[in-house]
T-cell receptor
């Protein structure tokens, strides 16, 4: 069984730039959620995708956007980067819409905005 | 929206002692309460979870209790070992079609040999 994989693992950007983070969900999972984890904080929900549709969004501005592909992999895009966007971005996959069960997290993408 | 408070932020115990971490939540609609362990530089991993129709759940040295009336839940680790050292996060979710977890800020547990 293949786990959740994310790329890149680390990246550095400057203010105003755009970034795309990628996630491959665990085999058999069709739901992907993205979380932002600032240093010393708990993960914060950005949004969730189920069968290529956004299925819920947290308190993040529209410059945070996402996609889910037919193979259930996903992208997180952040435009007009700000210093406060520096964080660990975690992707998590799970089974089915409405399934309240274990989220399987990837190792994350560490974004530094200078 | 849901708000999850977690205490303490740091906890240091001697090997073999017990550790207790407490969380409160605000949304009475929440019905799923997982606990995640995150070692330094690693992904969060589920260690135990509880649903609102259950008051207590145990898995070897780890147990979770839930008081829905008071809106609080706790993680209990007995006979702590150095490998239990990590950051522990509680979380709450209303479940349903929008599966969103609201996390607490985490507790850094250090088990001293």
């Amino acid at each position: 069984e293949t786990g959740v994989t994310q790329s890149p693992t680390h990246l550095i950007k400057t203010r105003g730039q755009q970034v795309t983070l990628r996630c491959s969900s665990q085999s058999g999972h069709n739901t992907v959620s993205w979380y932002q984890q600032a240093l010393g904080q708990g993960p914060q929900f950005i949004f969730q995708y189920y069968r290529e549709e956004e299925n819920g969004r947290g308190n993040f501005p529209p410059r945070f956007s996402g996609l889910q592909f037919p193979n259930y992999s996903s992208e997180l895009n952040v435009n007009a980067l700000e210093l406060d966007d520096s964080a660990l971005y975690l992707c998590a996959s799970s089974k089915g819409q409405g399934y309240t069960g274990e989220l399987f997290f990837g190792e994350g993408s560490r974004l530094t905005v200078l | 929206g849901e708000n999850v408070e977690q205490h303490p932020s740091t906890l240091s115990v001697q090997e073999g002692d017990s550790a207790v971490i407490k969380c409160t939540y605000s949304d009475s609609a929440s019905n799923y309460f997982p606990w995640y362990k995150q070692e330094l530089g690693k992904r969060p991993q589920l260690i135990i979870d509880i649903r609102s129709n259950v008051g207590e759940k145990k898995d070897q040295r780890i147990a979770v209790t839930l008081n829905k009336t008071a809106k609080h839940f706790s993680l209990h680790i007995t006979e702590t070992q150095p490998e239990d050292s990590a950051v522990y996060f509680c979380a709450a979710s209303p479940g349903g079609s929008n599966y969103k977890l609201t996390f607490g800020k985490g507790t850094l547990l250090t088990v001293n040999p």
